[in-house]
């Protein structure tokens, strides 16, 4: 739909006692019955602008942060498509995961159990209790997430509406939908064929809670409570201590590290060293990035218990011992380097304990053999945890997925570099972090997860004779057989008994991360490889809004998907939103919530909370202050009632009419906000834009409608009051237009006063012809004439008498030219002012007004 093919005109009469309650129902009824921001596909790329819509988290809560960061997309979707450009808006359900597995969990008081057969008439218990929970099926399971998302997407949708969004609600997608996962498979498999993602065993981050791996863009440092032990290993010329945050790792050491340059331990390296408790020996190495200052300057290297241990293993080519299983719990069998004598004994002590059981044992341990120096001293020490989890992560070995990402790859990496700066940046010092994210990767990119609801790797195995996958030739799915469930569907070749059977197939038992079909959205939006037509009008897109917290997750792998798939950007311009704090000044999230927004938007309506949406300037964190509604709401009401009294006198927008010069002066003033906000809004400053709007729109109010009424009333004659009352429409047209990218809900309400079809379906305010009908009249009329009877008010405020006392004698001094621009305005001033005398006596310094009652 254009600017020129609008609807039929919804016109109603100008209410006696016009009220912003309720316009949210009336108008977004009326935008859905008549398509408004329906996408028109017949546009050409050129004509469309194309977003891509953050998919929210269906497994969160909304909250005022949330309402913000959608508040600053829709903005700029409704300013361009007042710009004559076909907005392709759709909107995304981000529905897979591990946050809508707990949801499921414990709403319905369910354990997914993948052994136990699917039972179609399975129903959830009446009661449930999470604490109890029911094991079901995966298939069961499955279900369950489908349903319980379905049903909070609603809720979100309409959240959505109420505020205003202009989306197009015929474009939408779910992060598991059937054109989600066929994306998802077949981008991994182009992947694969390419090269660019491997399967690899190796050590990696994993939550002991959720039971799955985690991926480096997922982790959250905090501060974690504990002690540091001094623990002396037996060394060729006396013990040698190292001082750890976890001794229960003793089992897994498998060298001492120190730096090169350390003189203290020099004479050890390539000597050998033993155990306390275990006695097993293990070798002393150099490498650069032990820290000498750290401790006693020499550590253990355990496989594994940090990041560092990983590096260290790498290079130096050292042996795996690893003790933590998947579990989180120390291994139950002992293992074979430990399996004899005082070690066996000793590792019977820790075997099945959790990482902080057996950290007691083992302190116990040490306490009995003496290798304990001293008492262990409380310290707080940083730890990596998954970002939704709430223990500490282990670093265990397992197979996975990986796609490159330029971790390993410094010409990858270089190129991924290259990508930002080919990216518009909204503000552009969000590049720097995500230059800071790209430079610091030291793994490729973990996309499996060992979960359940989640899009399914396209992926068996053979086993062989004794049962065994073969991962080093995996069977892959066929392209034209995407989406495909593998734990279901058969592979070519092979039969249902043959499933999990020695000799037969297994399918793989991992799903995909969800920022790995989160990375794809611009694809899976535009319908790549599914509507060709509809994907070369809307790719690439041409805006990526989103908050400033997941530019290393969801911009950083959506730029890796895109550079893969289609050897460029995703879209041109990153806008960057920043985050809304709660009043105890904590970062609100859909996982940790915030205020709730129904509230605030039941309480001051729709528009005030989007006026202060527009307030947070792009890239910039904002604290929430309730309070700040209460002045949007207050615009908007002022909005309908200056309307209400400008439409008073009629609505002719007659250029010919507009002669005197107060009037052209507005018009002069309302060009010059007009190509500011415009210049604003395509830089994506909304917050300076809607201030260069509203500043205009208050001196209209207060001064502008001031000094016409009595000339619109007829005061000065037919010619003058025409002019005034050209003038009131004209600049309300431009000014509800100004506003309606900000006030979608007051301005189309007033617009249906008095025009046909859809504000936001009307042209943006233009600035040559506003210049046209001020007619090179200097704007600075208006405010020099404002000053004037601001002066003739604070008197009479001052002297506690009405605003309608007649005035003796008003002299005003200051510049000629100052007073030659109030002259061409005495009339409506005279009038306003109930001035019976009105003098200019020229001087210098500004102007100054004295009043004499």
Known sequence: MDQQTQPAPVRTAVPDKPTVDGLEARWTQVWEEQGTYRFDRSKTREQVFSIDTPPPTVSGALHVGSVFSYTHTDLIARYQRMRGREVFYPMGWDDNGLPTERKVQYTYGVACDPSIPYDPD?????????????PISRRNFIALCEAW?????????????RLGLSVDWTQTYTTIGQESITASQRAFLRNLARGEAYQAEAPGLWDVTFQTAVAQAELEARDYPGHFYRIAFAGPAGPVHIETTRPELLPACVALVANPDDERYRTLFGTTVRAPVFGVEVPVVAHPLADPDKGSGIAMICTFGDLTDV???????????????????????????????????????????????????????????????????PTERVANFYEKGDKPLEIVTTRQWYIRNGGRDDDLREAFLERGRELEWVPSHMRQRYENWVRGLNSDWLISRQRFFGVPFPVWYRLDEEGQPDHDHPILAAEADLPIDPSSAVPTGYTEDQRDAPGGFTADPDVMDTWATSSLSPLIATSWERDPD????????????QGHDIIRTWLFSTIVRAHFETHGLPWGTAAISGMVANPDRKKMSKSKGGVDPVGLLEKYGSDAVRWRAAGARPGVDSPFDEAQMKIGRRLAIKILNASKFALSFGAVEDPDAITDPLDRALLAALAGVARDATEQLEAYNYTAALETTETFFWTFCDDYLELVKDRAYGGRGEAAAASAKATLATALSAQLRLFAPFLPFVTEEVWSWWQAGSVHRSAWPEVEPLEGLARHVDATILRDTATVLAGVRKAKSEAK??????????????????????????????????????RFVPGDGPLNVDVRL
């Open 149 to 161: 998302t379905e049903e909070t997407e609603q809720v979100f949708e309409a959240l959505w509406r």
């Open 801 to 838: 008498t009405s605003m309608r006392t007649e005035v003796a004698l008003v002299t005003v001094s200051g510049p000629q030219s100052a007073l030659d621009r109030v002259a061409l305005a005495q009339e409506d001033l005279k009038a306003t002012g109930h001035i019976a005398d009105l």
């Open 534 to 545: 509809l994907f070369a009008r809307t790719f690439p897109m041409d805006l990526r809004p």
């Open 311 to 377: 590096v260290w293993w790498r290079e130096l080519q050292l042996p795996t011992r690893s003790v933590i299983g998947r579990d989180g719990r120390l291994l139950r069998e002992t293992p074979a380097w430990l399996a004899h004598g005082q070690a066996a004994t000793a590792y019977g002590e820790l075997a099945g304990k959790t990482a902080f059981s057996a950290r007691e044992a083992m302190t116990g341990l040490l306490r009995a053999s003496g290798d304990l120096d001293g008492e262990p001293v």
């Open 122 to 134: 399975f129903a959830p218990p009446v009661k449930p209790d999470p604490k109890r929970p029911v």
